[in-house]
């Protein structure tokens, strides 16, 4: 059982049909590992045990019956700790939370359990679910398997250092501002953030609110994109108030193979300039795209204003997010934005601006949004997918000092605010569209670094398959060392 724990979802779902293994030891290896791993890496930061081992058994007695509960019968897998589990801990990483125990699960959950999952345990997350690093108070702090004095990322990053470690068989994220895709990129991962609304998010909010957020979507973080396609056709469809009279029906993949593909490609942009090594990373797979005979463009672009598209989103999604704000903090952003000192560019700027807008400002982008998305559906009648990079560097030091809109990291020698990174997340996110990032190469220190590819509103099928085909021919999954 060496590289059991490397291995794909789909191929683990399978050798549990086909009888090579059975739930439960497949499930009693998994748990060695977070055993013996976890410790130095606090990914997974709550397990029931005894439930996991419970539905594994009867995972096995039902294959004896000739029972199939579905693709992922007896899978063990992990979730984000913000979906409500019911009987374990939802708190996202808020002390005031730490005894919230839902008696329900989230729609996502659900359906995973439907087709035949076990999920045994929950990963870290950030408080409020709002950094690229993954620490909080309740459980302390995530580290990543390529080098543990660094970031996994987040808010999913409990999730992807997971997946790398080989400490679980799937898991389920949660993407607003790079959730997803930021820690798949920094672990050497893959996941998929669905076109917006595809999947829903009922039973990952907070206590008390119903209402579906904006911007915000819930999808699979893998180890391969094969995982990807079977997590998304599990979990996507209509919630329960549209299912009476609505079906979801993805397209297939646009393409069938890497020769076939029209890409465009982008390696930077002023707003969120990228290290050299991670464009030259992707140039690199931009070369390979080309010599495997697609069709590539370094020019081809939306016609959209790439600085107004990260200020707009910026607004929107601390307007998406501004419920969560406490009344100190609301009178805080109005001193914020009543300062003329204060860049009117800057991040908190735009942050209180976003918190404190009204229903008329906010109507007015909205329809400035729906703008852009006429020019990237535009765009995409020509080009297939958009390549670009999930975050400006590969994965940085833990930096848990003051507020995150303060923070710095490197870029090309140069000191540049870590939320500017927050462009990538935010171009293709703002405007619905689905994206996924999948292991590209490694930096010159070894470290991963990821792709991100961009399709149509409504074609996350094209995307994933994208990256199941530059994971085959060009750069797939490698794990770091030291968790044969």
């Known amino acids: 059982m060496s590289q059991l724990h490397f291995a794909s979802a789909t191929e683990l779902a399978s050798k549990i049909k086909r009888r090579e293994i059975s739930a439960a030891e497949l499930l009693d290896h998994f748990l060695g590992r977070v055993e013996k791993y976890n410790p130095r890496l606090n990914a997974i930061i709550w397990m029931d045990v005894e439930g996991a081992r419970a539905r594994a058994k009867a995972a096995d007695e ?30 996202w990483g808020r002390p005031e939370l730490k005894d919230n125990i839902p008696d329900s699960n989230a729609v996502l959950v659900d359906r995973l359990l439907a087709a035949g999952a076990n999920i045994f345990g929950k990963t870290n997350v950030p408080i409020n679910l709002a950094d690229w690093q993954s620490f909080n108070e309740i459980y302390g702090t995530t580290n990543n398997p390529w080098d543990l004095s660094l970031t996994p990322g987040g808010s999913s990053g409990g999730s992807a250092a997971a997946l790398a470690a080989g400490l679980t068989g799937l898991d389920a994220g949660s993407d607003i501002g790079g959730s997803i895709r930021n820690p798949a990129h920094y672990c050497g991962v893959f996941g998929h953030k669905p076109t917006y609304g595809i999947v829903p998010g009922d039973g990952q909010a907070l206590p008390g609110v119903f209402s579906r957020p904006d911007i915000a979507v819930v999808g699979p973080l893998a180890r391969s994109a094969e995982d990807l396609a079977l997590s998304l056709d599990i979990v996507a469809g209509p919630d329960h108030f549209a299912a009476a009279g609505w079906r979801l029906q993805l ?41 495997a005979g697609a069709t590539v463009s370094d020019t081809a ?178 794990a770091p060392p030291g968790y044969e």
């Open 62 to 91: 039902a294959l004896a019956r000739g029972e199939d509960w579905g693709p992922l019968h007896g899978l063990p897998m992990t979730i984000k700790e913000s979906f409500n589990l019911a009987g374990s801990p939802t708190t």
């Open 251 to 291: 397209p297939p993949p646009r393409r069938k193979a890497l020769k076939d593909f029209k890409v465009a490609v982008m390696l930077s942009d002023p707003a969120a300039e990228v290290e050299q090594s991670y464009q030259d990373c992707l140039q690199g797979v931009a070369d390979a795209l080309a010599r």
């Open 301 to 478: 672009r939306p016609d959209i204003d790439t600085a107004r598209a990260f200020e707009l989103f910026i607004l929107l999604l601390r307007a998406a997010t501004s419920r969560r704000a406490t009344e100190e903090q609301q009178d805080y952003f109005r001193q914020v934005a009543a300062d003329t000192k204060i860049d009117g560019d800057s991040y908190l700027s735009r942050m209180a601006r976003g918190v404190l807008l009204q229903h008329r400002d906010w109507l007015g982008l909205d329809n400035e949004r729906a703008i852009m998305r006429h020019a990237w559906s535009e765009f995409f009648q020509d080009w297939d997918i958009l390549l670009c990079p999930a975050a400006v560097s590969a994965a940085w030091p833990h930096d848990q000092a003051g507020e995150r809109h303060d923070r710095t990291i490197t870029v090309n020698g140069q000191q540049q605010y870590g939320v500017d990174q927050m462009f990538w997340a935010g171009y293709p996110n703002m405007v619905y569209l689905p994206s996924t990032v999948a292991p590209a190469g490694q930096s010159p220190e070894g470290l991963p670094l990821g792709l991100q590819a961009v399709a149509a509103e409504g074609e996350d099928k094209t995307a994933i398959e994208f990256c199941r085909l530059t994971a085959s021919e060009i750069f797939g999954f490698q």
